[in-house]
């Protein structure tokens, strides 16, 4: 459904919004045009005087569940999404009992994005917004579009290490916020100065309409392997939330990648009105006539710290050394490549703006290697994630590499012994750990991805994480490396009610001082 235009003689001096200007279009009873708002949540809590409560349906329950918390905070309205539950005489009564009005208003939970565009004036019509979709990369591939582009323009990043631009980041605790949040950072981007943002777009997001009212320039496919299958149910559907991305009105440009199943089978359908371009690991991949634009690495060799990649790409070839290590790397970076030259960037300066790239935290992100062992961390916390990040850490390593990892609690229990076999296959050595248990016995979890092993009694189980990563790096010699894998970036480890400050990375920096520390 389309929205009419909006009279903007709604808005009062302070910016804030007439509720029936703002909902003009959405619902079809008369509203209050004296009623001002000044701010959007979906969430009770942060309501308050001038504020418009959003209380849409969910999985484990309504908003309208928490409607009178709202009002004692004092909210202007609410906005309610009817169902079997609060159908329009349950609203009517409510709205009566609270004394405000409670506007129903059909499919709010997809319409949440709509409303908070126009509320922040649709900011990324304004913007050039490129949205990333994929299992692994997402983090890695906007924050390096970001920091290519930084010399011509401020861009700003919206994803899992948080909304602003690189150095200054808000964590939000979501790879992509609510439709409210979305918003409001593209809105605050904008206002200092963005002209570009590089999204991560969950599939989460894509199924929940977070990201419905977003303008993408640009959509990107990095890769699809098995995640969040508690919440998709399987990989049909978890592929099919991802595609949504690549059916965006008004969407220019879809960068994929063709070396993925996936990723071929999006490039065979994108719309005729979207422009293609494709990127390949493989030196001797083709391509389809109908893509506009391909990049593809002719050649990867490995060095200590770093990547020599050969490009060949439809505009001419060139030569990328660069200080990040992986083979999944090559994938990211060609991503980013083809971005660029989609946006007009000549390949000279494209590859020269890549080659001064650096790691992103918690995304093989490297540590020691001098005197001591290579210790990488890395956010791998799905099968074939681990399997890249071991096979790429083996290529930089010449001596034994040991694999530090857990599996999370209350998440896909299908993964935790392919892990299990990914990692003592791979591996000289292999230490399990806990990995958020949350709410589940971290003892069982080990047990599941013990299960998936040929000689689990050679495996060392060490549920205190610091334990283990301390263990792995002391029995580390120089010549071999250590792969600490699935939290990445976070700092947080969840353990149900208990939730302790956490760091792969500063345990490893710990770590490593020590281990000096006993060597000198």
Same mark, same amino acid.
């Given at each position: 459904?389309?929205?009419?235009?909006?009279?903007?003689?709604?808005?009062?001096?302070?910016?804030?919004?007439?509720?029936?200007?703002?909902?003009?279009?959405?619902?079809?009873?008369?509203?209050?045009?004296?009623?001002?708002?000044?701010?959007?949540?979906?969430?009770?809590?942060?309501?308050?005087?001038?504020?418009?409560?959003?209380?849409?349906?969910?999985?484990?329950?309504?908003?309208?569940?928490?409607?009178?918390?709202?009002?004692? $905070?004092?909210?202007?309205?609410?906005?309610?999404?009817?169902?079997?539950?609060?159908?329009?005489?349950?609203?009517?009564?409510?709205?009566?009992?609270?004394?405000?009005?409670?506007?129903?208003?059909?499919?709010?939970?997809?319409?949440?994005?709509?409303?908070?565009?126009?509320?922040?004036?649709?900011?990324?019509?304004?913007?050039?917004?490129?949205?990333?979709?994929?299992?692994?990369?997402?983090?890695?591939?906007?924050?390096?579009?970001?920091?290519?582009?930084?010399?011509?323009?401020?861009?700003?990043?919206?994803?899992?290490?948080? $909304?602003?631009? =690189?150095?200054?980041?808000?964590?939000?605790?979501?790879?992509?916020?609510?439709?409210?949040?979305?918003q409001a950072a593209l809105a605050d981007l904008l206002k200092r100065g963005a002209g570009t943002v590089a999204m991560e777009v969950s599939?989460?997001a894509l199924d929940q309409g977070r990201v419905d009212a977003v303008h993408f320039s640009h959509a990107v496919f990095t890769n699809l392997?098995?995640?969040?299958?508690?919440?998709?149910?399987?990989?049909?559907?978890?592929?099919?939330?991802?595609?949504?991305?690549?059916?965006?009105?008004?969407?220019?440009?879809?960068?994929? $990648?063709?070396?993925?199943?996936?990723?071929?089978?999006?490039?065979?359908?994108?719309?005729?009105?979207?422009?293609?371009?494709? &990127?390949?690991?493989?030196?001797?991949?083709? &391509?389809?006539?109908?893509?506009?634009?391909?990049?593809?690495?002719?050649?990867?060799?490995?060095? =200590?710290?770093?990547?020599?990649?050969?490009?060949?790409?439809?505009?001419?070839?060139?030569?990328?050394?660069?200080?990040?290590?992986?083979?999944?790397?090559?994938?990211?970076?060609?991503?980013?490549?083809?971005?660029?030259?989609?946006?007009?960037?000549?390949?000279?300066?494209?590859?020269?703006?890549?080659?001064?790239?650096?790691?992103?935290?918690?995304?093989?992100?490297? &540590?020691?290697? /001098?005197?001591?062992?290579?210790?990488?961390?890395?956010?791998?916390?799905?099968?074939?994630?681990?399997?890249?990040?071991?096979?790429?850490?083996?290529?930089?390593?010449?001596?034994?590499?040991?694999?530090?990892? %857990?599996?999370? %609690?209350?998440?896909?229990?299908?993964?935790?012994?392919?892990?299990?076999?990914?990692?003592?296959?791979?591996?000289?050595?292999?230490?399990?750990?806990? /990995?958020?248990?949350?709410?589940?016995?971290?003892?069982?979890?080990?047990?599941?991805?013990?299960? %998936?092993?040929?000689?689990?009694?050679?495996?060392?189980?060490?549920?205190?994480?610091?334990?283990?990563?301390?263990?792995?790096?002391?029995?580390? %010699?120089?010549?071999?490396?250590?792969?600490?894998?699935?939290?990445g970036h976070e700092t947080v480890q969840d353990m149900g009610a208990l939730k302790i400050r956490f760091s792969d990375r500063a345990q490893?920096?710990?770590?490593?001082?020590?281990?000096?520390?006993?060597?000198?």
């Amino acid at each position: 459904m389309t929205v009419a235009a909006v009279d903007c003689r709604g808005l009062g001096a302070s910016g804030s919004w007439s509720l029936s200007a703002l909902l003009h279009g959405f619902v079809a009873a008369s509203v209050d045009p004296d009623l001002r708002v000044e701010r959007l949540t979906m969430d009770s809590r942060s309501t308050g005087p001038g504020a418009l409560f959003l209380a849409c349906r969910g999985t484990a329950g309504h908003g309208l569940d928490y409607a009178q918390k709202a009002a004692d $905070n004092g909210c202007t309205a609410i906005v309610a999404e009817p169902d079997a539950a609060w159908d329009r005489p349950a609203i009517e009564r409510l709205s009566t009992r609270l004394g405000l009005p409670v506007v129903p208003l059909a499919n709010l939970s997809r319409r949440a994005a709509e409303i908070a565009a126009r509320f922040h004036f649709e900011p990324s019509r304004a913007l050039q917004v490129i949205g990333i979709t994929g299992t692994n990369g997402k983090t890695s591939v906007s924050h390096f579009i970001a920091a290519a582009l930084a010399s011509d323009q401020r861009c700003g990043i919206i994803g899992t290490l948080g $909304n602003g631009f =690189p150095g200054e980041l808000s964590a939000t605790g979501m790879t992509t916020p609510d439709p409210i949040t979305v918003q409001a950072a593209l809105a605050d981007l904008l206002k200092r100065g963005a002209g570009t943002v590089a999204m991560e777009v969950s599939s989460h997001a894509l199924d929940q309409g977070r990201v419905d009212a977003v303008h993408f320039s640009h959509a990107v496919f990095t890769n699809l392997s098995r995640d969040h299958l508690d919440y998709h149910g399987d990989m049909a559907s978890y592929a099919a939330a991802k595609g949504r991305l690549f059916r965006m009105p008004g969407l220019q440009w879809a960068v994929i $990648n063709q070396d993925d199943a996936v990723g071929r089978t999006l490039l065979a359908v994108l719309p005729p009105t979207v422009q293609r371009a494709a &990127f390949s690991v493989e030196a001797g991949a083709g &391509f389809a006539s109908e893509t506009r634009l391909w990049v593809r690495a002719s050649a990867i060799e490995p060095l =200590p710290r770093g990547l020599r990649i050969g490009v060949q790409t439809s505009l001419g070839d060139g030569e990328l050394t660069v200080g990040l290590i992986g083979r999944f790397n090559v994938a990211n970076l060609l991503a980013v490549l083809a971005v660029l030259l989609t946006m007009g960037m000549d390949l000279t300066s494209a590859l020269k703006r890549l080659a001064g790239l650096h790691g992103v935290p918690g995304r093989m992100e490297c &540590f020691g290697g /001098d005197s001591g062992p290579l210790v990488v961390v890395d956010y791998a916390h799905t099968p074939e994630a681990l399997e890249k990040a071991i096979g790429d850490l083996r290529r930089h390593c010449s001596g034994k590499l040991c694999t530090v990892f %857990g599996c999370g %609690g209350e998440r896909d229990r299908g993964k935790r012994p392919l892990m299990g076999e990914i990692a003592e296959r791979l591996s000289d050595s292999v230490i399990v750990t806990d /990995d958020n248990p949350r709410n589940e016995d971290g003892d069982a979890i080990c047990a599941e991805i013990l299960a %998936g092993m040929h000689a689990p009694e050679a495996v060392l189980v060490r549920r205190q994480r610091a334990l283990a990563i301390r263990r792995a790096i002391a029995l580390a %010699g120089r010549a071999d490396a250590v792969l600490v894998a699935g939290k990445g970036h976070e700092t947080v480890q969840d353990m149900g009610a208990l939730k302790i400050r956490f760091s792969d990375r500063a345990q490893v920096v710990q770590a490593l001082a020590e281990r000096e520390g006993r060597r000198t």
